[in-house]
């Protein structure tokens, strides 16, 4: 049963939930009412915490520093992370950090490991992945103007990037930029290429405003500029052409990430509208959850969420046993079921706390507006739906 | 994990799919156009061949001549037997039936179970459930108005049913009867009474129009009356006014039947779908399949249908290890998310079939009809959601 | 404001409300009951009876024996019709009649008139449209197999029909028929012809059954087959090669008609569940209508109802100022509006009704079977949401 | 037809929209970017031209320098108004302005008038309503703490106001406030106070932060305080304990001007959703509105935005007939009917738009964070169904 959990699983999914409780929670409310850069003192000593309780990094192998957790029990671990906005930042395992540690595992060269890898494992940097461009759509992901043109032992690229998340005070970017751009094969034209933020010809134009608010560091999405910036051809990340193959598998995994996220997301939003309608009083004595309306959100938002976390957890299972390529369909049925599930929940429990449920007291607000993008990023609900489809058609022609 | 199936079950599933395809499909267009009554004869015979393999009433015990299936097994079963609407029949559990062996099973006395049960179990004879009243509403199972008064020896029966399915040819049925009527426990006013079908005074009134038909047999519904109606008191199955207990007893597993009955529909209506919009041409070349909205219900239904599957395996698993009374949450969650997921396949299946959804030459039509009656019986969805809500809001008081 | 109906039209429509409800709804049981053959005698006579009040054919010229109505009076007359499953018939306007009727008026030589017509105009005969086939999918409509050959005086008619509604008892059929296969323009290859049923060669193969019911009569819907079937010339309705503009002509205000009439099943049917609901009791002196989901359903319905309602006579309004080409747009969206809005309205009132709600005790049940169509024919949902957006988006290129 | 428009008032919506266009859509993107408090000084020299343009204030009276339009009239003129952020604003005829103005006009005394309604109509103050109190739930409006009691000619006011919208930067509040709190009659509990903001003891504590932002100006919602604060007693507006007729009258005309200024948002949303749609590309030469399922959200939004219009000045009509209290129940049906199709349709364009949906270089993110709180203020979904629910199945009963 995938909803089993070994008992020492079972205590270290205890004691991070009590962490985020006691120590994570009650930085909310300032989470929510600032930048994100004025936190930064604080919770570099919360990831201090973490790191002394031995809980750092749960998905990087022991040998990293990690707690060497095979997907499934890192999805259970994405789950509780994801009760707070802030939790995956401080178990050093915030998106897009998390996917670039993974490819720059299987894929760096030592040096790589050693200059880029190793400092972001211990949270000392924090890096960015720049794939999506303005000009072309998100669905079309080989569609690409950035070029990275071979010059003497250097790349030189040039293109124009945005939803670079996290740019803003990163040490480097992992950059996709079309290396054969006149490939028969579409899906060999790119690259990925490591970029030092620091390089000259790379720029953050800004960080975009997203939903009203701009942010910063890890909390941003930045568009930016390569013009005629130049990196060694050591930076590339993995052979040369391959880095849609790359892409790919980082992508994998990394919805099971984002799925469990929403999922803690939604477990979160479900206690505060449980615990906001048994206490809110329509008149003396007659809470909130006494009404017929409020309890088939509730009883909607439990069938859904229970839905959402088992097929989740049975595709990690999958994926652990038989690899990401297996369970493609999988992945793609997850993507929007469990996004659109996101978006009711957090829609019923804003509606459950009425006034209250707009205002900035609650993370509900904050969850409701940026997690409006979950379908949208790692391939739109439409892209996901119709690849699943064709998947599943194939089968019966 | 759930979905693992031990190989031996495979196997079994395996046998039981393999025969549905062989001997039952080709009946369906006869099944779909015809009395239910004019096909026993056929039936009768495909039900010696199911007992020739070795594959009878996969849910009852071997003592009993059935496979001995714990309930996360025969939920499989279950699944695979209604991808048919005649599979259950043929292999001796169908509802009512079903039931009505559970409970003869766990509470009958001795010479109940040689009287009634063995012959059940054998397929010997057919058998109902009357509890439902016409002047009641269903939401409310402990407002009932027929009454079984102590006489001598036996119990005075008077009273009006109606939704008593498969009274139509059956050879006893299991009333519902108010016992206590005064009781200040409203659940300990009614008892359970076996009532052979030729007792005097109890008479089918008709069986009920419902949906364009009255059916025949086990695929009946009867309105029922019982006018003085005379039994011994030794037809009191189980406890005297323990009758709701029993209900409810016999309702957990039940739902999960139905449930993963559902599910075989939905399958089988996929399956439909999938193979129509492959092959069915809007031009020449050009299938229905390439179209984007089909392609978005292929995926959403195959996301729903999985959902449901692994919620309802879930469930039949935690039942299977802590009894029904720890599951009825879960219980209620499953009945209103399957039986609306039932819905939505079989209408876009049929959406997608054009014209010929609408015709008898598939099953769509007789399951969107008949099926549509999934959301109402053994608790509406309104009961159960409000029912699972308040399970839950107690953890919040 | 399309909601002011002049007080004369308002004494019209009181009038046929009171004959529906005197003298049809109590022949009501009787049609969910039985074939509609069956109740031929009666409803003769209360067609009698509506020629006898001035009521008989509101749709048709003064002329012909009609009331002479615009497109807006008679949609209000429609939607007061649609509240009895035979309304329609008993004022000689049941679909497909009132399309042929409209056709031959306006396309018809003076002998088609005389011969077809007339008889038509007076409920002396009944008639058919032979247009789907099964083996093209409807959704587009210039893919036709059945050709029509000129030899001599005569047309060769050779093709395969299905759901040609009514054709059981009808005197002719009206039949789309290639004449110019080979066209460059799909559009300008069909003429439609008039068929007397009695023609050699032309042969019902069966009424087809449609959930659960093959019917009879107006209520039936056959599979036809054209073998060599000879036809004079002088038969050909409208000029030849002109069938889809003809074709097209009739589904205009033929799609207004079927809104209007669905609203008029939708009043009826959230007459049912008001009235259902506030005498239904749950427990003593609490009446279903005490439930919040309940009253969600009657006010969703409600909304949309009047949305439905404005929309169709708005556009009824546009088309009678402005030609039925000009609100091409409207006509999409109200098609697949309205044809939603019945099936939520009619799915809540079961709902509402509970087990009641399934029987054939109310004429929900046969709506909801039935008109589960109203989403297929006439063009499914997709084409009119994919038709009307197109026209939309060219405005924005 | 409630669409008709005659020709004088075409004039001026057309003159409205043209002036939007020209001057107000350039300042969206600062507007976006910025505090409204940065915006005052432009906006004020664009309320200057649309005085010198003689569209000042349509919905006031000509003697208050206003265009003197009934409710439909004005109604048409806030869908244009609508279409941006700053619309309503730059005509004066923002909420809570408009309200004001509204009671001010039939319940003020002539001081009252001349110190708070006049400069109001002429833009020189803003003013604001304070109801809502965050201790007790919006949806039972009489149950208030606030209490203004009685000493020598004074009101003595105490008690805890929020989304007291506007009040950052207000010249007076009109403050709900019990004085008669022991009434048998729940409504005639409370007054309506005139509270200019300067007075000693009424505070804004804080603009609350609502959806990431806590705004300025009348794009603000205040938590404001009343400790001892002491006004004259002929600072009562209208008769003694008339807070909540009063209070009802300005909801029937505020919740038209609401459902139109939505429908004017939906109108901006589906047009940039069109121009995005036609112009992006999935690739070279084939643009984003090839795609079936972008088209059925085409078809469909523009189905329930045509729906919603109609509805809206259906009521419209009525209410300038018959008066609010004849159309409570349109009013309730409107109110979550727009609602609900604005967030969809917001929603759609968002999805349609990509990642640029969730940025502010379109107003939909803006419309889609801060529009959520449509089905809740002034009435939630739910108190609206009911409400509606209840008037209907009265005439059941």
Same mark, same amino acid.
């Given at each position: 049963m995938v909803t089993h959990t070994p008992e020492k699983?079972?205590?270290?999914?205890?004691?991070?939930?009590?962490?985020?409780?006691?120590?994570?929670?009650?930085?909310?409310?300032?989470?929510? =009412?600032?930048?994100?850069?004025?936190?930064? %003192?604080?919770?570099?000593?919360?990831r201090q915490q973490v790191k002394d309780l031995g809980l750092w990094a749960p998905h990087l192998p022991e040998a990293y520093g990690g707690l060497g957790f095979r997907l499934i029990e890192f999805a259970k671990v994405s789950e509780v992370l994801g009760q707070s906005p802030m939790g995956?930042?401080?178990?050093?395992?915030? =998106?897009?950090?998390v996917g670039n540690m993974e490819i720059l595992m299987h894929h760096g060269t030592d040096e790589q490991k050693e200059v880029f890898l190793k400092p972001l494992t211990q949270g000392q940097i924090r890096s960015c992945f720049a794939m999506t461009e *303005?000009?072309?759509?998100?669905?079309?992901?080989?569609?690409?103007s950035t070029?990275?043109?071979?010059?003497?032992?250097?790349?030189?690229?040039?293109?124009?990037?945005?939803?670079?998340?996290?740019?803003?005070? =990163?040490?480097?970017?992992?950059?996709?930029?079309?290396t054969d751009p006149n490939s028969d094969q579409p899906h060999q034209r790119a690259s990925q290429?490591?970029? %030092?933020?620091?390089?000259?010809?790379?720029?953050?134009?800004?960080?975009?405003?997203?939903?009203?608010?701009?942010g910063s560091g890890n909390f941003s999405h930045a568009e930016v500029m390569f013009e005629?910036?130049?990196? *060694?051809?050591?930076?590339?990340?993995?052979?040369?052409? =391959?880095?849609f193959v790359l892409a790919q598998e980082r992508l994998g995994p990394g919805r099971i990430h984002h799925c469990m996220r929403w999922i803690g997301i939604c477990e979160r939003a479900f206690k505060l509208m449980c615990q906001h309608v048994v206490s809110r009083e329509l008149s003396p004595?007659?809470?909130?959850?006494?009404?017929?309306?409020?309890?088939?959100?509730?009883?909607?938002?439990?069938?859904?969420?229970n839905a959402s976390r088992l097929m989740v957890l049975d595709t990690a299972e999958k994926m652990d046993q038989h690899g990401a *390529?297996?369970?493609?369909?999988?992945i793609s049925l997850i993507k929007f079921y469990v996004a659109d599930v996101l978006q009711k929940v957090l829609d019923r429990a804003i509606q459950a706390h009425g006034a209250l449920g707009m205002t900035d007291e609650t993370p509900l607000a904050f969850w409701y507006r940026h997690e409006r993008a979950a379908r949208i990023y790692d391939g739109t609900d439409e892209v996901h739906k119709v690849a699943a489809a064709k998947k599943i058609l194939k089968r019966y022609v």
């Amino acid at each position: 049963m995938v909803t089993h959990t070994p008992e020492k699983l079972q205590i270290v999914l205890k004691s991070i939930e009590d962490f985020l409780k006691q120590e994570i929670y009650p930085l909310e409310k300032m989470f929510l =009412a600032q930048d994100f850069e004025n936190l930064l %003192p604080q919770l570099e000593q919360k990831r201090q915490q973490v790191k002394d309780l031995g809980l750092w990094a749960p998905h990087l192998p022991e040998a990293y520093g990690g707690l060497g957790f095979r997907l499934i029990e890192f999805a259970k671990v994405s789950e509780v992370l994801g009760q707070s906005p802030m939790g995956h930042y401080v178990f050093n395992c915030q =998106a897009p950090d998390v996917g670039n540690m993974e490819i720059l595992m299987h894929h760096g060269t030592d040096e790589q490991k050693e200059v880029f890898l190793k400092p972001l494992t211990q949270g000392q940097i924090r890096s960015c992945f720049a794939m999506t461009e *303005p000009e072309h759509a998100g669905s079309n992901p080989t569609w690409l103007s950035t070029t990275a043109v071979k010059d003497g032992d250097d790349y030189v690229i040039n293109g124009h990037k945005w939803f670079t998340t996290g740019a803003d005070g =990163a040490a480097f970017a992992i950059v996709m930029a079309l290396t054969d751009p006149n490939s028969d094969q579409p899906h060999q034209r790119a690259s990925q290429i490591i970029v %030092p933020m620091d390089t000259p010809g790379f720029k953050i134009i800004k960080n975009l405003s997203v939903m009203g608010e701009s942010g910063s560091g890890n909390f941003s999405h930045a568009e930016v500029m390569f013009e005629d910036c130049r990196v *060694p051809q050591i930076n590339l990340l993995g052979p040369e052409n =391959a880095g849609f193959v790359l892409a790919q598998e980082r992508l994998g995994p990394g919805r099971i990430h984002h799925c469990m996220r929403w999922i803690g997301i939604c477990e979160r939003a479900f206690k505060l509208m449980c615990q906001h309608v048994v206490s809110r009083e329509l008149s003396p004595g007659k809470p909130l959850s006494s009404r017929q309306l409020i309890q088939s959100w509730i009883a909607e938002c439990r069938a859904e969420m229970n839905a959402s976390r088992l097929m989740v957890l049975d595709t990690a299972e999958k994926m652990d046993q038989h690899g990401a *390529p297996a369970v493609r369909e999988e992945i793609s049925l997850i993507k929007f079921y469990v996004a659109d599930v996101l978006q009711k929940v957090l829609d019923r429990a804003i509606q459950a706390h009425g006034a209250l449920g707009m205002t900035d007291e609650t993370p509900l607000a904050f969850w409701y507006r940026h997690e409006r993008a979950a379908r949208i990023y790692d391939g739109t609900d439409e892209v996901h739906k119709v690849a699943a489809a064709k998947k599943i058609l194939k089968r019966y022609v």
